[in-house]
Each structure stands twice: as structure tokens, then as C-alpha cells.
């Protein structure tokens, strides 16, 4: 037992001064919508492409996050220490008990999952997969591809309709209205 400590601390050191260190990844996480995001866990990555924070910003059962696909690289994360694995374990079972999957944007388009399917058994070790570009993943919606169209002709030739009142309606009804103006608005805009 004593020969098992004074190995760990042994390879502590050694990792500690070794210059081939893996790149540390702040894993945040937003626990409700509208919430900050909460300190998750700090953990090594292999992989350089990856920013040294991400926040898990939301859920998905979608087939998207956890089906295969050439967009999707996997990359293995490991906790940086003890309390870290354990709550990252503890992450795991709670996706693993929902059937769900965490991602996080880390720029306009790319993406970080973390799936309930986890390849290995070993506890210290989590896989997810990142892409740099989610708008090749078939059906995912969590980023939006740009949109460099031009409006139509039929849009852009309808002159923008004055509001009929100038004065602000206050009330039930006055909300009613206004609510009423606005859709038929919209209405005659997009029914051309």
C-alpha cells in the first residue's frame, strides 16, 4: 500500500513538471434556463482545438448528439482531480438516467457534446465529441447556419405600413389591439 502512494505522488510530480501537459478545459454548466452558469469541473483534453472554457448551455434527446456521423470528433476528457471526477460522474449518471446529452457553443458554430453513451467503463474518463462547424450535422439545431440571401423582390418592393394611432393604448384592450395591429401586419407583409 505504501509502494501504491509513493507512486501516485510520484506521477503527481512528474505531471506537474512535465512540459507535455494536456490542455486544461473549464467545463461550466447553466443548470436551469435563464440561470448563470455553475463550475462544473476542470479537465485535461488531448485535443488543442478545444477553447479552455465551455459552457453546457443546454439538453437534447435529438438523434443529432449522440447518432455518427464524419462532422463529429471524439476526444476524451479527464478530470483534474478527485472532487472534479466525482462530480463529473456524477453528470454522466444523471445524463445517462435521462437518456439525454449536454452540449455547449464554443464559437458561432462549433459545438461540444457530452453523451449519455459513454464507450468506456473506466470512471475516469469521460468521451464526448466536438465539431467545428455544427451546420454539417444533419438535423442539428442548436446552431443556426447563416443566412447570406438577399431579401426577394416582393419583399423589398412592399412600402413599411404607419402605425394607424400615434397614441399609446393602455389597457386590456388597448394590449388587444395593438397585439391585433401587429399581427395583421405581419399578416399582409408575409402573404403577398
Known amino acids: 500500500r505504501a509502494l501504491s502512494n509513493s507512486s501516485s505522488s510520484a506521477s ?15 467545463l461550466h454548466l447553466i ?5 448563470k452558469p455553475e463550475f462544473l469541473a476542470t479537465v485535461e483534453t488531448p485535443c488543442l482545438a478545444l477553447p479552455s ?20 470528433q471524439n476526444a476524451t476528457i479527464s478530470p483534474t482531480t478527485p472532487k472534479a471526477t466525482s462530480k463529473l460522474n456524477g453528470f454522466v449518471t444523471y445524463l445517462k438516467e435521462r437518456h439525454k446529452c449536454a452540449y455547449g457553443r464554443f464559437s ?11 464507450s468506456s467503463s473506466n470512471n475516469n474518463t469521460v468521451t464526448c465529441r466536438f465539431t467545428l462547424d455544427a451546420t454539417e450535422v444533419p438535423n442539428c439545431n442548436v446552431v443556426k447556419p447563416k ?24 389597457g386590456i384592450l388597448g394590449n388587444l389591439l395593438g397585439a391585433q395591429e401587429r399581427t395583421e401586419h405581419c399578416m399582409d407583409v408575409t402573404h403577398v
Open 12 to 26: 503527481a510530480t512528474i505531471k506537474a513538471y512535465s512540459p507535455y501537459l494536456m490542455p486544461d478545459l473549464e
Open 31 to 35: 443548470p436551469t434556463p435563464g440561470a
Open 53 to 72: 472554457k465551455i459552457v453546457l448551455e443546454g439538453y437534447t434527446r435529438d438523434a443529432w448528439a449522440w447518432k455518427p456521423h464524419s462532422a463529429w
Open 108 to 118: 458561432q458554430t462549433a459545438l461540444l457534446v457530452i453523451s449519455y453513451i459513454q
Open 147 to 170: 443566412l447570406n440571401q438577399k431579401p426577394s423582390a416582393n419583399t423589398a418592393a412592399l412600402p413599411k405600413q404607419q402605425v394607424t394611432s400615434k397614441r399609446k393604448k393602455s
